[in-house]
């Protein structure tokens, strides 16, 4: 793989796992979730891609 491949596909991961965590972020605040909690799923579901992810949609989203 050249470097320029390399660089696209790194950009793009990082792409993915920040959009990733931006609507997590965005669902938690808008099931009106306290902002600690919306901040650690934010950040949890970006630096843990696909688990963070996961996560979040089988225990964040269940209403209290």
């Known amino acids: 793989m050249t ?15 920040v959009s990733s965590g931006l609507w997590v972020a965005f669902d938690a605040r808008r099931r009106t979730r306290p902002w600690g909690e919306v901040i650690a799923w934010g950040l949890f579901a970006t630096a843990f891609l696909g688990l963070g992810l996961f996560l979040y949609l089988l225990w964040g989203r269940k209403t209290a």
């Open 3 to 17: 470097t320029q491949a390399s660089a696209v596909a790194t950009l793009l991961l990082l792409l993915i796992m």
